[in-house]
């Protein structure tokens, strides 16, 4: 079974700086996805960015950008210039190739908080 | 606003209660999800329709029964819950398979077990 690990339970950056949250998964498939979702206080979950494991390219959304290591099992994301609004909690997850978008198998998360 | 409204946002119900959750997307989705988000532990997925019929069912106990009468509405009705239960339950929707589908997530309702 496919598990995901969050081993930041919190973080907090300054405004305007730089925060990578980790992530690492276990899986046996080759092919899958990999997403980090936010979920602000207002608790809608909300698709940040994701990543088709057979790209080598790390996905880039604006200022979010990750870091596969698809050996390392690792998927960590980079927040650039860090806004008041990005402080939520952030889930990693999991999907299998051919999967439904919803079969998602999430981590934990990370709660961030971006200090101004 | 992504499209998916749960109904009702906060609920405080007893052990012998009955009541329901109802979620609607208005996305055209074919496919609806229940998770449940309980504190420190990750989201887990509950049931799975896929154009009304139920394709996953994970283990769930029978005091959660869903139900998805058409393709944009989806409930979860519970009756003689535990207190173990209470959680923030968050429905979904996504069209089809395939990573280039986003799953479009509620805001969620927090049930509270008394």
């Known amino acids: 079974a496919q598990t995901v690990t969050q081993s930041q339970p919190e973080m907090s950056v300054q405004e305007a700086e730089t925060v990578t949250l980790s992530c690492t998964y276990d899986?046996?498939?080759?092919?899958?996805?990999l997403f980090w979702y936010k979920q602000p206080p207002s608790r809608q979950m909300i698709l940040v960015i994701r990543?088709?494991?057979?790209?080598?390219q790390n996905a880039t959304e604006n200022r979010f950008s990750v870091n596969f290591q698809k050996a390392a099992k690792s998927f960590s994301l980079k927040i650039s210039d860090s806004q008041l609004g990005d402080t939520a909690m952030y889930f990693c997850a999991f999907m299998d190739y051919g999967g439904s978008q919803g079969n998602l198998i999430f981590g934990k998360g990370t709660k961030l908080s971006v200090k101004p | 606003e992504t499209g998916v409204t749960q109904t009702p946002r906060h609920l405080v119900m007893g052990m012998t209660n009955k009541k329901s959750l109802k979620c609607e997307q208005h996305l055209g989705h074919n496919a609806m999800y229940w998770y449940k988000q309980s504190a420190k532990k990750p989201l887990e997925l509950m049931f799975v329709y896929n154009f009304k019929e139920q394709t996953e069912n994970n283990s769930v106990p029978s005091r959660f029964s869903p139900e998805c009468p058409n393709s944009s509405h989806l409930f979860l009705h519970l009756h003689t819950l535990q207190p173990e239960d209470s959680a923030l339950y968050l429905c979904a929707s996504s069209q089809g398979s395939g990573v280039n589908t986003e799953a479009f997530f509620g805001q969620g309702t927090r049930l509270t077990v008394v």
């Open positions: 990543q088709e494991a057979y790209k080598q």
């Open positions: 899986t046996s498939e080759n092919n899958y996805y």
